[in-house]
Every structure is written in structure tokens, then in C-alpha cells.
């Protein structure tokens, strides 16, 4: 029963991230509208359009900053899971992502649960990509109990 509920929060937890995407270089400014801004204006250099309807962006956040990490990461949470999909998708398919003069990540925004079973199965994932075997990380990552099957 324990089991099961870890597995029901950590769906949830997966759910209410599903539209967030961290933002990794983007130089720090000050005040909330500013970063919002900014935000915006970086999503639409990579989805290549002229505007993005701003209130398709709910809310951008600085995380606290990280030991040696400078600028902090942002994490915003886009008003449809098809938007952040198109924005993930595109920035995938550059080499590089460059923005106002800094290289700039987008990184899916992963629950602590997900990160830890993405760590636990390094060793075969480097297996995999030594013998240039295709994988995939599924998001949310589906995982089976044995009892019943995976609803992903």
C-alpha cells in the first residue's frame, strides 16, 4: 500500500511539472516581469515566430542559486503542455542554443523521485550508448509493479 502511494504522488508530482521547463544561462535580472519578459522573448527566438501570447506563460521563477552556479536557473510554467512540447522539440533540434550572448539549456523540470531512478540506471544506460543501442526516456517515466500493468 506504501508502494502505491509513492507511485500516486509521484504521478501527481509528474502531472503539476508536465508544463514546466527549467531554463539554464539565462543572465539574472531584476524583477519578476523583466524575467518573464525575457522568457518570452527567448521562446519565440526558438519557436522562430514574431510574438507569444504572454499569458500562454503562467509564472517564471529563480531557483536558489546552486554551489558555483552562476546565473541561477529559472523554471516557468507554460500555459499548455503543446506549447512547451513545440518549444522542448525545437530547441532539441539546434546545435546550439544561444541567447543575448549566453548558451542557454532547456531542460524538462523532473521530480527528485524521477532524477534518482534516472541516476540509479546510469550504468545501463552507458552500457547502451557504448554498444549504440537507441533508448528513450519516456516523461513521465513508466514504471511497472509487477501487480498491474503500466497506465503510461
Same mark, same amino acid.
Not at 23 to 33: A, D, N, Q, S, T
Not at 49 to 64: G, K, V
Not at 85 to 112: H, P, W, Y
Given at each position: ?9 509521484? +504521478? ?17 535580472? @531584476?524583477? @519578476?516581469? +523583466?524575467? @518573464? ?22 509564472? %517564471? ?14 523554471? &516557468? &510554467?507554460?500555459? =499548455?503542455?503543446?506549447?512547451? +512540447? ?15 550572448? %549566453?548558451?542557454?539549456? *532547456?531542460?524538462?523540470?523532473? =521530480? =527528485?523521485?524521477? *532524477? @534518482?531512478?534516472?541516476? %540509479? ?20 517515466? &513508466? ?10
Amino acid at each position: 500500500m506504501l508502494l502505491e502511494m509513492r507511485r500516486q504522488m509521484e +504521478d501527481l508530482d509528474k502531472h503539476g511539472r508536465r508544463c514546466n521547463i527549467r531554463v539554464r544561462g539565462v543572465p539574472e535580472l @531584476e524583477g @519578476e516581469k +523583466d524575467m @518573464e519578459r525575457l522568457l518570452t522573448r527567448l521562446f519565440c527566438s526558438i519557436l522562430q515566430e514574431d510574438t507569444l501570447n504572454t499569458m500562454e506563460l503562467i509564472r %517564471a521563477q529563480l531557483l536558489p542559486r546552486l554551489e558555483n552556479a552562476a546565473p541561477r536557473d529559472l523554471i &516557468c &510554467c507554460l500555459g =499548455s503542455y503543446k506549447l512547451k +512540447d513545440n518549444i522542448m522539440r525545437k530547441a532539441c533540434s539546434r546545435q546550439t542554443c544561444e541567447f543575448q550572448g %549566453a548558451q542557454v539549456a *532547456l531542460i524538462n523540470n523532473l =521530480s =527528485s523521485l524521477t *532524477l @534518482e531512478a534516472k541516476w %540509479a540506471l546510469q550504468p545501463v544506460t552507458i552500457v547502451l550508448q557504448e554498444r549504440r543501442i537507441p533508448y528513450r526516456w519516456g516523461f513521465p517515466p &513508466c514504471t511497472f509493479h509487477g501487480r498491474k500493468k503500466c497506465r503510461h
